[in-house]
């Protein structure tokens, strides 16, 4: 490789890393400011330069270019596209949703999205059977994530207790669980902390492969402690069932963002999970 190539790969590899861990899209200025904060002044690199190395990590595929969101310019590891989906199948995967409701609750979670462009989104995942859609309780469909029988279920509960009020009944005295002469126990309710992780990357996985950041896992996990949480991801790592993203720089987060990263024990942290295939 010509040497004078050598100072772009490197300010290219420099913003991979630094976007690889980022938990969502970065201006150019911010991008670039973060470069340069821990960088000597030669070193630095202009904005000529910096635009030379973004465009190519993402000619790599590396890095993509996000629509402009209130006239700036943003950068991140993850395409529009797939982050989209991310969101749409995350929501999905909690909540039974008309179509039009899952597409406003998808924009607001991405930045730079219409409508228009979030219902090609949805209208492409259910074209895959990624998301399945199923008949409301009244008319027309709810949509929910392939196979989310318990968004189903929430959904039907919700819109049976709401009948229930409107008649002047108490819903608990109608839909109070009872206990079922040698029924056994749901199946998730055995499962330990490793096999829900492994549960929840594969409902929340944009793609197959892709990490999952421990923040959306976390968040989909509440039951789980950070120990448990942590503890377990790792023994996921140690026994190779997953892949864990390491962050560059978790000394420089504030404290309630680093706790939720999965902290290694010897220093290092680490931002997202993966299923190894």
Request: charged share 25%.
């Amino acid at each position: 490789m010509p040497t004078s190539e050598t100072p772009l790969a490197e300010a290219t590899g420099r913003i991979i890393s630094l976007l690889q861990p980022a938990e969502k899209p970065l201006t150019f200025k911010k991008l670039k400011g973060a470069l340069n904060k821990f960088s000597k002044k030669a070193e630095r690199l202009n904005d000529a330069e910096l635009k030379t190395a973004i465009e190519a990590a993402i000619n790599q595929r590396a890095v993509f270019r996000w629509p402009d969101y209130r006239g700036t310019q943003y950068f991140w590891r993850h395409s529009p596209d797939q982050a989209a989906q991310q969101a749409v199948l995350a929501i999905a995967a909690e909540e039974a949703l008309a179509k039009t409701e899952l597409i406003g609750r998808a924009c607001k979670k991405v930045q730079g999205f219409s409508q228009k462009a979030m219902h090609r989104i949805v209208v492409d995942l259910v074209t895959s059977r990624e998301l399945q859609q199923v008949a409301a309780f009244t008319s027309g469909n709810l949509v929910i994530r392939t196979g989310s029988r318990a968004a189903y279920a929430a959904a039907a509960r919700k819109f049976i207790e709401e009948k229930l009020r409107k008649a002047g009944f108490d819903p608990a005295e109608f839909l109070r669980p009872r206990a079922l002469a040698g029924a056994r126990p749901a199946p998730t309710a055995s499962l330990d902390a490793a096999a829900r992780i492994l549960e929840a990357i594969r409902s929340l996985e944009p793609n197959s492969g892709v990490p999952v950041s421990t923040q959306n896992l976390r968040n989909h996990l509440p039951a789980l402690s950070k120990s448990q949480f942590d503890t377990a991801g790792l023994k996921l790592r140690d026994t190779e069932q997953v892949f864990l993203s390491l962050h560059h720089d978790p000394h420089n987060l504030p404290q309630h963002e680093r706790d939720l990263l999965i902290d290694g024990g010897d220093g290092k942290f680490y931002v997202a999970i993966g299923i190894r295939r």
